[in-house]
């Protein structure tokens, strides 16, 4: 996993391959009730709306978050762009951050699939917002996607090249 700083917004980056195939990957994915499954549990991600059927573009999703003791925020996201079994894009419309675009990536490789995720994200508060990012945020969403990571293996078995 990777986050670097493009000015005032932030790219997260990271890969996993698993050993199903792209047919089964996508059908996990493209369902918003298995997000709360790969979410660690110390967030108290909890879907409030949306997440009835498959995804789809206009879809809008709100779930209720807790980054932190005594803050919970209430996070809505639109799913604005959907290509079947290659990608989709989730975007923010309001929540934690100033800015969030998530793109999510599925490729056929042999033995499986790999999954690609990109994510710019700008976070509130000016430069004390960055100096949290450096230190904070950056290590929550790092845990965050590290227990996707390590929740995928345990659900669908270690990648074997």
């Given amino acids: 996993m990777n986050i670097v700083s493009i000015g005032k917004v932030y790219r ?3 890969s996993q391959k698993i050993p199903i195939n792209l ?9 918003p009730k ?25 879809q809008v999703i709100q779930y209720k978050v807790s980054p932190f003791l005594f803050y919970t925020a209430i996070w809505v996201t639109e ?13 923010q419309r309001y929540g934690p951050y100033e800015f969030w675009h998530h793109k999510h990536f599925f490729k056929a490789i042999p033995g499986g699939v790999e999954l690609q995720d990109v994510v710019d994200f700008k976070v509130p508060f000016g430069w004390l917002g960055r100096k949290l990012t450096k230190g904070f945020i950056e290590r929550e969403l790092q845990q ?16 074997k090249s």
Avoid: M
């Avoid at 298995?34 to 206009?58: H, M, V």
């Avoid at 799913?79 to 975007?91: A, C, G, Q, R, S």
């Avoid at 965050?144 to 990648?159: C, I, Q």
């Fill in 144 to 159: 965050v996607f590290t227990y996707r990571n390590n929740k995928l293996t345990e659900l669908f078995g270690a990648f």
């Fill in 34 to 58: 298995n997000l709360q499954a790969i979410t660690p549990k110390k967030l108290k991600f909890t879907i409030l709306s949306g997440a009835d059927r498959a995804i789809y573009p206009g």
């Fill in 12 to 14: 997260l980056s990271t």
């Fill in 79 to 91: 799913i604005t762009h959907v290509k079947e079994e290659e990608y989709f894009v989730d975007e």
């Fill in 23 to 31: 047919k089964e990957a996508w059908s996990f994915f493209s369902s």
